[in-house]
């Protein structure tokens, strides 16, 4: 069984801060691509920012410049902070992992959400 675990949600006004956190507990074998995905109210789940097993990132362009994502493969836990948040960057926020088990192979996993809401 594989868990992912988010944290670091919160209430900020615009143009604060705030550090998300995605702990990967479970009989991992190795990770290939996690990344963060946001869906705000009435609008679908969207890509925030990826990182590749290599550490190679990518983002979308709404975020560019203000959000950074990071992994730390020793404690199996992946990062996004996220700076000078807007009220547009409200929304649930999701840790996506695409890892490999020792039991059932290659699988992609989500976190439960945590939220994120930025005030004018």
């Known amino acids: 069984q594989v868990q992912l675990v988010e944290s670091g949600g919160g209430l900020v006004q615009t143009g604060g801060s705030l550090r998300l956190s995605c702990a990967v507990s479970?009989?991992?074998?190795?990770?290939?691509?996690m990344g963060w995905y946001r869906q705000a109210p009435g609008k679908q789940r969207e890509l925030v920012a990826g990182?590749?097993?290599?550490?190679?990132?990518n983002y979308a362009d709404s975020v560019k410049g203000r959000f950074t994502i990071s992994r730390d493969n020793a404690k199996n836990t992946m990062y996004l902070q996220m700076n000078r948040l807007k009220p547009e960057d409200t929304g649930v926020y999701y840790c996506?992992?695409?890892?490999?088990?020792?039991?059932?192979?290659?699988?992609?996993?989500w976190g439960q959400g945590t939220q994120v809401t930025v005030s004018s």
């Open positions: 990182i590749t097993s290599g550490g190679s990132t």
């Open positions: 996506n992992a695409d890892v490999f088990t020792w039991v059932i192979g290659r699988k992609d996993y």
């Open positions: 479970g009989s991992i074998s190795g990770f290939n691509a």
